[in-house]
């Protein structure tokens, strides 16, 4: 079953265009990687999709719902989530409030929801009472990717996840999303520039350039230096 279907998507900021007829379809359960250049619009063909960014032209659909025009807390109750490039978590208040904070506006029980999150993610038990802005990288990352699964989301939209994170937690957050899959049918939507991590988890990847998908590719050709580098002059 398609869960997001992504028609003619235009969007810009003011008068530069960044998007340019974006057309993609993700299946449900599916991990689809979306890799590019710098530039080239991969964040921002994800804030549109959240609703951060309204189109200039175009349609999205989620799971047969016309979404184009939603904001983005409709879009987070129909079962969207977020992790954004930076993670952006609460640094004053504690890892507890943050995950806190991913159950605002919804109707889930803290109860029911935090404990079981936590169970999950087993490396942030210790660090509860913790400031988040006291962590590491890493630790900020799987704190997003907990946050937001508060929500309970069937979709999450998941942009650079490794930036600036040490390779022990980078293989932990692959781990982490692989049981996802397997536990809660989970479905990703991956913008990254990391070859090896795009590569462990998507099982497509799609080309942006220039705002537009230009191409997919099969996860095992990114191994190959020369082919990404006809690609998108990515070779490492």
Wanted: proline residues 6%.
């Amino acid at each position: 079953m398609t869960m997001l279907s992504v028609e003619g998507l235009h969007a810009a900021y003011g008068r530069i265009p960044i998007l340019d007829g974006v057309g993609l379809a993700v299946e449900a359960g599916e991990f689809v990687g979306v890799l590019g250049h710098n530039g080239m619009g991969k964040t921002t063909l994800l804030k549109t999709l959240m609703g951060y960014l309204r189109p200039t032209a175009g349609r999205v659909t989620f799971e047969g719902t016309d979404i184009t025009r939603l904001p983005p807390e409709r879009r987070a109750r129909m079962g969207i989530g977020y992790v954004p490039q930076g993670r952006e978590i609460f640094p004053s208040l504690s890892v507890f409030d943050n995950l806190r904070m991913g159950l605002a506006g919804g109707t889930r029980r803290e109860a029911e929801v935090i404990p079981a999150i936590i169970d999950e993610f087993p490396r942030l038990k210790p660090l509860l009472d913790r400031p988040g802005g006291a962590l590491s990288g890493g630790e900020q990352q799987l704190l997003a990717l907990a946050r937001c699964l508060c929500g309970d989301p069937r979709l999450i939209l998941l942009d650079e996840p490794t930036e600036g994170i040490q390779p022990s937690i980078i293989e932990e957050i692959v781990d982490h999303l692989h049981g996802l899959r397997a536990h809660r049918g989970l479905t990703v939507v991956l913008v990254e520039q990391n070859l090896d991590f795009i590569r462990a988890l998507s099982q497509r990847v799609l080309i942006i350039h220039r705002g537009h998908i230009t191409r997919e590719v099969a996860p095992e050709h990114l191994a190959d230096p020369e082919v990404v580098g006809e690609f998108i002059g990515v070779t490492g």
